[in-house]
């Protein structure tokens, strides 16, 4: 935990080193890269830490591939059992086909 604390201090010097002081482009990229960081980092940490979040996280995944799966199946029977024009309907119909018209 003591890098962390270490990031937000070195992210804080920076900027306050930025208000008072004329600072070189790299040092300002750097700045920008450890505020995305240190800000980015919380949502990281709780995914690696938390056995809970990471079970809801994976349940959550794991219901929406299910889902999807479902969803082809049940096309595919549907557009399986019909002629090869009216297959071209269904699947022309269906906004998510990516057949553009």
């Known amino acids: ?3 962390i604390s270490s990031v937000h ?19 300002i ?19 690696t830490m938390n056995a809970t979040i990471r079970k809801d996280i994976r349940g959550a995944v794991l ?3 299910q889902q999807v799966v479902v969803e082809l199946a049940s096309r595919n029977a549907t557009v399986s ?10 699947i022309s119909s269906n906004p998510r ?5």
């Open 1 to 3: 935990m003591l890098w």
């Open 9 to 27: 201090v070195v992210g804080a010097v920076v900027y306050v080193y930025m208000q008072f002081f004329p600072t070189p482009f790299f040092l």
């Open 29 to 47: 990229i750097a700045a920008h890269y450890i505020w995305v960081f240190i800000h980015g980092s919380p949502p990281l940490i709780c995914l």
């Open 63 to 65: 219901r929406t591939a």
């Open 81 to 90: 059992h019909q002629q090869p024009s009216q297959q071209l309907a269904v």
């Open 97 to 101: 086909s990516g057949v553009t018209h």
